[in-house]
């Protein structure tokens, strides 16, 4: 079974700390994924990670970093984290569309619903 | 750019009854692929049914089948015999063939009554 964790399911911050939110997987895929849920609005990609250092900006990076020093770690970073990031954050993963995959389906993890207070 | 649209806040059945989800998109590529995906109340989202554009028949899985309509970019999920386990949120959500990223809709909160 392709297996999507993340380090906290709940998690409370103070406006101005730098907060790590960590994702591994463990199906060897090349590509993987941050979002933040909030409602009425569905998921919104934040960053994705093709390989190992590299990432691309998804459609809401603004207030946010990404680090990927081995393939089955990702982290989402918070510099200073705000009230308007209070969220829930998934993680997902996936294999690349170039490879024999046929969906390249994206797993995800039980997600982290982050407070900023 | 491409959109999904999921016009259904909220959604009700009884048990054992038929309700089915709707989801439009819009993009101007012949060929894609679509997903269901199921995301149960303080658990994992899990993918439910998927569906490549240029296969005309309907993917079904198990009580769980969709409405295919490419010309009317519709994608529809159709659950029978509804049980109490099937009460989530449901996210329909596109991608392009050349590419790995997601768009989703923002989704159907499917509530199932005794």
């Known amino acids: 079974d392709v297996k999507v964790t993340q380090s906290s399911r709940y998690l409370v911050k103070r406006t101005g700390e730098k907060v790590f939110l960590e994702c591994v997987q463990d199906m060897d895929h090349e590509n993987m994924f941050w979002y933040r849920q909030d409602p009425g609005l569905g998921l919104r990609l934040i960053y994705f990670?093709?390989?190992?250092?590299?990432?691309e900006k998804g459609d809401i990076p603004e207030g946010y970093s990404v680090s990927r020093e081995k393939k089955e770690r990702f982290s989402l970073i918070l510099e200073s984290a705000s009230t308007n990031q209070t969220s829930m954050y998934l993680c997902?993963?996936?294999?690349?569309?170039?490879?024999?995959?046929?969906?390249?389906?994206?797993?995800f993890g039980p997600g982290t619903r982050l407070t900023v207070l | 750019a491409q959109t999904v649209t999921q016009s259904q806040p909220e959604m009700s059945v009884q048990e054992a009854e038929t309700v089915t989800l709707s989801c439009t998109y819009d993009t101007s590529e012949s060929d894609y692929y679509l997903f269901w995906y199921k995301q149960p109340p303080s658990r994992q989202m899990i993918l439910v049914i998927r569906?490549?554009?240029?296969?005309?028949q309907n993917a079904t899985e198990n009580r769980f089948s969709v409405n295919f309509q490419k010309a009317a970019k519709s994608f529809s999920l159709k659950i029978s015999d509804s049980q109490l386990g099937d009460a989530a949120m449901y996210f329909c959500a596109y991608r392009m063939l050349n590419t790995d990223k997601l768009i989703f809709g923002t989704g159907t909160r499917l509530q199932v009554f005794p």
């Open positions: 997902a993963s996936s294999f690349p569309f170039r490879s024999s995959v046929t969906y390249n389906e994206q797993f």
């Open positions: 990670s093709y390989d190992v250092k590299m990432k």
């Open positions: 569906q490549e554009a240029y296969k005309q």
